[in-house]
């Protein structure tokens, strides 16, 4: 595979610089999970019928926002014809995807400039939040298998090193939750027993350590059944401006 360009990289992503520029790069370069590159690059050449006309991301994603953030939201993948189309996390899953749904709820707590996430020149812009997921590829069934969750580690740790203000994290669902908790544990702030991933927990581990808030993840299946409401997803970013303070 070529490498990827940085052009191309700028073009997808709000711009940056910097180390954290580098981050991105080597993000985008993955190639350490063969099964979801090889898924990506085939939906990003067979596409969705909407999307036919369209020229697919089809590489790792990195995250998206303020570099300044001090709240950073940890979702689980991105969607096949969602952000592994657009490139961007969160962007471009369709009207009342998870990414209009997010954008949503932290429009209305003043983390996003815009209700929605459609595509990556639409003019969305975080303020002090930033989004990224435990796995950077789609994966087949949206269901990544362990191992390829334990790789994708190295991109939380590297990201979240260029991030040096977050002070609370909200999971979006089990996995984000348990990836937080594995960063937690190499930084050497496990907690025992391990923290049970709700919806609304807050987990504390002490010291200078982020706050941790579990939520529901904005998936169709849960907001379609009201597993999850917009009043629940809002309320989360509450919580989370409450922590945060001024």
């Keep these: 595979m070529k490498p990827v360009s940085r052009n191309i990289l700028a073009h997808k992503q709000t711009p940056i610089s910097g180390r954290l520029?580098?981050?991105?790069h080597a993000i985008v370069s993955c190639e350490r999970c063969p099964r979801l590159r090889d898924y990506c690059r085939r939906i990003a050449h067979e596409k969705k019928r909407a999307y036919r006309d369209q020229v697919?991301?089809?590489?790792?994603?990195p995250g998206f926002g303020d570099a300044d953030a001090r709240l950073l939201i940890v979702g689980l993948a991105p969607a096949a014809h969602g952000a592994n189309r657009t490139g961007r996390v969160f962007t471009g899953d369709g009207a009342g995807g998870s990414g209009d749904f997010l954008m949503r709820a932290l429009h209305r707590t003043s983390f996003a400039n815009i209700p929605t996430s459609q595509h990556a020149e639409d003019g969305l812009t975080l303020d002090d939040a930033y989004v990224l997921a435990a796995v950077r590829c789609a994966p087949p069934g949206n269901k990544?298998?362990?191992?390829?969750?334990?790789?994708c580690q190295l991109h939380l740790d590297a990201e979240l090193a260029q991030l040096p203000r977050v002070r609370v994290v909200v999971a979006l669902g089990r996995i984000g939750f348990d990836a937080w908790l594995q960063v937690m544990k190499r930084r050497g702030n496990g907690l025992s027993p391990r923290p049970q991933f709700g919806h609304g927990a807050v987990v504390r581990f002490g010291g200078e350590a982020p706050v941790l808030v579990g939520s529901y993840h904005p998936s169709r299946q849960n907001t379609n059944t009201g597993v999850l409401t917009a009043r629940m997803m809002e309320e989360v970013f509450r919580t989370a401006r409450g922590l945060?303070?001024?």
């Design 144 to 151: 990544p298998l362990p191992e390829e969750i334990a790789r």
């Design 56 to 61: 697919y991301w089809g590489r790792p994603v």
């Design 21 to 24: 520029a580098d981050v991105h």
């Design 244 to 246: 945060l303070g001024p």
